[in-house]
Structure formats: C-alpha cells, structure tokens
C-alpha cells in the first residue's frame, strides 16, 4: 500500500502526464495530424481514468485536491513547453516592407526560404509585401533575422494548417 506521500506523488505525476497528453493531442488535432491525436487521446483517457478512480477514493483528504490541482496547473505549463519544443508545422510569415523589400528577398532566398515578392499600396506610397512560410521551429530566427536587416519591416505570423507543393527549406 502507498504511503500518503507516495500516493499525493503519484496523482501529481499523473496529472502531469495528463495535462502534456492533453496538450500534445491538441496540437496533433490543430496540425491534422489523425492518427497521433487519437493515440494520445486514448492514453489520455485511460490516465485521466486512473487518476479520477484515485482521487475519488480520498476526495475528503485536502493534500489529495491540492496535489489535483497542481498536477493540472503544471501539467498545462509543461504541455506548453512541450508543444513549443515540438515546433510541427509550419508558420506564415508577411512581411511589409516600406524600403528595402527586394534587398530583403533576395537575402531570405539565399538563406534557403521561398518567398514571394509582391509589390503593394501603403498608406503612405509603395511598399514590398512579402509571403513566406518556414519551419515553426524557425520561427523566430527569421523573424529576428528579418527585424535586425529592415527594421521598419511589419511582420505578422499564422499557423499554417497545410502546405502543399512549392519549395520548403530542410
């Protein structure tokens, strides 16, 4: 039998696995990505099961809703930092650029990324719109990349659900 200590760890373990189960199931269904978002809402389930069927059995014990509830809190926070460690997918870059669009194009596309240059209206005169998708992981590499060679550039960032065809770095 489980000491009190033991018993308290183990339910917050499980919420740990629960909440990244979660967490990482989501983001396969975000990603279209069927079958992993089955497995782990199947193992998810079965967890959240075990731990229900543990936690109701000592539901007037307060450390067993305290180690519930911070299981959950931090399983959310770890599902996260998995989730942004996984990096799957795709991410849109658009750019706007007010001067220096083609020097810019021309630095993406030797750096290995696709990029279509479309001359555009601004508010204030002519400007360099810029459509680019790139690994989520590199994300922000090429954003800060983009940001220290034109700083006036504007960039905005989207999920992208599905690609299909054109050129995608490795």
Same mark, same amino acid.
């Given at each position: 039998?489980?000491?009190?200590?033991?018993?308290?760890?183990?339910?917050?373990?499980?919420?740990?696995?629960?909440? @990244?189960?979660? @967490?990482?199931?989501?983001?396969?269904?975000?990603?279209?990505?069927?079958?992993?978002?089955? !497995?782990?809402?199947?193992?998810?389930?079965?967890?959240?099961?075990?731990?229900?069927?543990?936690?109701?059995?000592? !539901?007037?014990?307060? $450390?067993?809703?305290?180690?519930?509830?911070?299981?959950?809190?931090?399983?959310?926070?770890?599902?996260?930092?998995?989730?942004?460690?996984?990096?799957?997918?795709?991410?849109?870059?658009? !750019?706007?650029?007010?001067?220096?669009?083609?020097?810019?194009?021309?630095?993406?596309?030797?750096?290995?990324?696709?990029?279509?240059?479309?001359?555009?209206?601004?508010?204030?005169?002519?400007?360099? $719109?810029? #459509?680019?998708?790139?690994?989520?992981?590199?994300?922000?590499?090429?954003?800060?990349?983009?940001?220290?060679? #034109?700083?006036?550039?504007?960039?905005?960032?989207?999920?992208?659900?599905?690609?299909?065809?054109?050129?995608?770095?490795?």
């Amino acid at each position: 039998m489980l000491n009190i200590l033991q018993f308290a760890l183990l339910i917050f373990a499980l919420r740990l696995v629960d909440l @990244s189960l979660a @967490s990482l199931r989501l983001l396969m269904i975000t990603r279209g990505r069927k079958a992993l978002a089955w !497995i782990f809402s199947f193992v998810k389930s079965a967890v959240y099961l075990i731990i229900l069927q543990m936690v109701l059995k000592s !539901i007037d014990d307060p $450390l067993t809703i305290v180690v519930y509830a911070a299981g959950f809190a931090t399983g959310m926070v770890l599902g996260m930092y998995l989730e942004e460690r996984i990096a799957l997918g795709y991410t849109h870059l658009r !750019i706007i650029s007010p001067k220096r669009g083609a020097e810019l194009t021309e630095l993406l596309r030797e750096e290995g990324y696709a990029v279509t240059e479309i001359a555009s209206q601004g508010k204030d005169g002519m400007v360099t $719109l810029l #459509d680019c998708n790139v690994r989520r992981r590199k994300t922000g590499e090429v954003i800060r990349f983009i940001s220290k060679f #034109d700083p006036e550039s504007f960039i905005t960032s989207s999920a992208v659900r599905t690609a299909q065809r054109g050129f995608f770095r490795k």
